[in-house]
């Protein structure tokens, strides 16, 4: 293997949050939208030292079946892995708590090179009773 000529990565570990433009199927005001991506983009930027906004088009699977596009804009930031480990479960809670206030069924968080869906709250409390 090659040695690498950037040295050791400083901050090792890649994420990014989507933001979802709608409410279930329905799109949300532009300005509601805009409140979203602002409240992502600071908490990353306040919990690993920066972040970056990317604009885009997404598609979803609704529960009838019908295909949703929307709006979206990936967040994306870098931790270090220590970081990222003391403030991972945190953000977990945060998303639930964002899926379940933006009426998301979950929201998706890449982290490195997998997508998880992180569920809203009640949702997953449901599952834990069931």
């Known amino acids: 293997m090659a040695k690498n000529p950037f040295g050791k990565a400083?901050?090792?570990v890649k994420m990014a949050i989507t933001v979802p433009s709608t409410e279930f199927a329905t799109p949300v005001s532009k300005k509601e939208f805009k409140r979203r991506?602002?409240?992502?983009?600071?908490?990353?930027?306040?919990d690993f030292g920066?972040?970056?906004r990317v604009?885009?088009?997404?598609?979803?699977?609704?529960?009838d079946n019908k295909v949703i596009q929307e709006n979206v804009v990936r967040v994306i930031a870098f931790a270090s892995q220590e970081d990222?480990?003391?403030?991972?479960?945190a953000l977990n809670k945060w998303l639930e708590r964002k899926a379940e206030q933006w009426q998301q069924q979950s929201i998706a968080l890449e982290l490195e090179a997998d997508l998880h869906f992180i569920e809203a709250m009640k949702k997953k409390q449901m599952k834990e009773v069931a």
Do not use: Q
């Open 10 to 12: 400083e901050l090792p």
């Open 37 to 46: 991506t602002k409240e992502v983009f600071e908490r990353l930027t306040r």
């Open 50 to 52: 920066g972040s970056t």
């Open 55 to 63: 604009e885009g088009k997404g598609t979803f699977t609704a529960s």
């Open 84 to 89: 990222f480990d003391k403030k991972a479960s």
